[in-house]
């Protein structure tokens, strides 16, 4: 039972534009939720992470929008760069510091 | 660097063998987790500890693994009689959990465990 989704597989945008992930949750009890980016070989680095009590946050050119009533999170990338190119999995817990639980990644190519 | 890191990055074994892995986790994170990831999936919570704790294990936590943090520092992952279905990556990640509100995970860069 995923209980995370991040529907759209793949992502190609021009550098410079705007990037929109999105993501997607069936379990109301979650109350935090976190993006991680993933290079090949390597472990998921974190980027940005919301609280269930807020519905924005940002941190450079990164931007977390979650919609609790949708049960909908995206994550906005503005402007684009080629270093960008990764596949981003979003995360949720319940209770904050508890285990995670991850969607299957949606692979992001920024084209120069 | 003071990140997770992870030993070995890469095992090939044989069915039926055991094999143990090891995570140090950032030194003043009192949380560490091992996580799970296949092809084409997002990471599988297996287990975690509070200091030398465990708090929480996943039903993927078959009788044939065990994870140990003995001083609340660094952590193993063992797998007995290794089958191929258990070739994946295995993450760890550790959070300092402080009552401050933010429970960042940090991963370290995975074992990849082959089972031929």
């Known amino acids: 039972d995923q209980q995370v989704k991040q529907n759209s597989p793949s992502l190609s945008v021009q550098e410079g534009r705007i990037s929109i992930l999105n993501c997607d949750y069936t379990?109301?009890?979650?109350?935090?939720f976190l993006w991680y980016k993933k290079y090949p070989a390597e472990g998921p680095t974190f980027l940005i992470s919301?609280?269930?009590?807020?519905d924005k946050n940002e941190d450079g050119r990164f931007t977390v929008f979650l919609n609790k009533s949708a049960k909908h999170l995206s994550l906005h990338i503005v402007p684009s760069q080629p270093g960008d190119s990764a596949v981003y999995f979003c995360?949720?817990?319940?209770?904050?510091?508890?285990?995670?639980?991850f969607g299957t990644g949606t692979r992001l190519t920024v084209i120069p | 660097d003071t990140g997770v890191s992870q030993n070995p990055r890469h095992k090939i074994t044989k069915r039926g063998q055991n094999v143990t892995f090891r995570c140090d986790p950032i030194?003043?994170?009192?949380?560490l987790y091992w996580y799970r990831q296949t092809l084409g999936q997002g990471p599988e919570f297996l287990t975690y500890?509070?200091?030398?704790?465990?708090?929480?294990k996943s039903r993927l936590l078959s009788d044939r693994f065990s994870a140990e943090r003995p001083k609340g520092s660094f952590s193993t992952l063992e797998i007995q009689r290794t089958e191929q279905g258990d070739s994946a990556m295995y993450l760890c990640?550790?959070?300092?959990?402080?009552?401050?509100?933010?429970?960042?995970?940090?991963f370290g860069p995975g074992t990849r465990l082959t089972v031929t």
């Open positions: 500890f509070q200091n030398e704790a465990q708090l929480e």
């Open positions: 995360a949720a817990s319940e209770g904050g510091a508890n285990n995670l639980f």
């Open positions: 030194s003043e994170h009192n949380r």
């Open positions: 919301i609280s269930s009590i807020k």
């Open positions: 379990n109301s009890m979650f109350d935090y």
């Open positions: 990640a550790s959070s300092l959990v402080s009552g401050q509100g933010s429970y960042e995970q940090y």
